[in-house]
């Protein structure tokens, strides 16, 4: 995902009207609430929640900036992280990192204080999408520029291997040993086994350009991945075949699935969040697509809550826009 300069806003959609059994209905959209203002433009990019903390973290070009949920007042930040991306909690050893893509390097913070421990040197350039998996004890970044996966030791702090890819590798989700992400430029799916560190599958995913956001199912094993030719590709997590296709909103970037609702979720900057009902496995009903707001490209959702944020320019002010049922 490349930094854009714009202003941040988290446009709040609540998930808990979004039940229908198959599409989803004109009575369920969720309306404007409030918004909340907080400072001067900066560059932007993946933005993530501690559940337990109940903080959302936003990435802000330099820093991070930490807002308290609900009540969206910052409550600190975490400086000097140059470039950075992307947000990843380790909630077993209260550590947090974040993924500094000019600097080439990781963060890593005190999740209980936000208070900087140690910066990493990663065996990449431009480290994006971060991923942290507990039962190894290992962060990954996924590094853009040098087509290649840093593995960290966690607990140790150290870089213990290097993963060679064959593109541009962007969102990545893990389960049951495996680490599955989305690689931008050659339209593909790449599987990692934790274990060994080493990169065991390469799927093609047709009718998908240039994916970007992955959401898995874990229960049904269905990976989905969001493509900008206004497509969502649902790919078999066991075998790598393609089961189904949706069309989506344009220019998407972030992709959610919530199993209480299955449903998932594509933030698209074209200015939607298309909203697509699970039926099963292998079909889904056609996307229902909320406005929002022009550059609303990625997103974090508290599964508890049924509460989705959503980065977007808003009136050149940097502001947390907020949605959901009245």
Known sequence: MSLKKQVIASAILSGAALTATSAVGANDMPSWIQNWTLGTPSHWDYIDIDVLRHRLFLSRGDH???????????????????????????????LGFTSNGKANTVTVFDLDTLAVKQEIKVSGTNPDAILYDQQSHQLYTFNGKSANVTVIDANSLQVVATIATTGKPEFAVNNAGKIFFNVEDKAELHVIDIASNKLIAKWPLPHCE????????????RLFSVCQNNTMVVTDASTGKQVASVAIGGHPDAAVYDADLATIYSSNGEGNLSVIKQIDANNYAPA????????????????????IYLPAIIDKQFAVMSYGNK
Request: charged letters at 20%; a positive charge; hydrophobic letters at 40%.
């Open 64 to 94: 991070v900036q930490v807002l308290d949920l609900p009540s969206g007042k910052t409550t600190g930040e975490i400086p000097n992280t140059n470039g950075v991306h992307g947000i990843a909690f380790a909630q077993d050893l209260k």
């Open 210 to 221: 240039e994916p970007t956001g992955l959401a898995m199912d874990v229960k049904n094993a």
């Open 288 to 307: 229902t697509n909320i406005k929002t707001f022009k550059g609303a490209r990625t997103m974090a959702m508290d599964i508890a809550t049924k509460t």
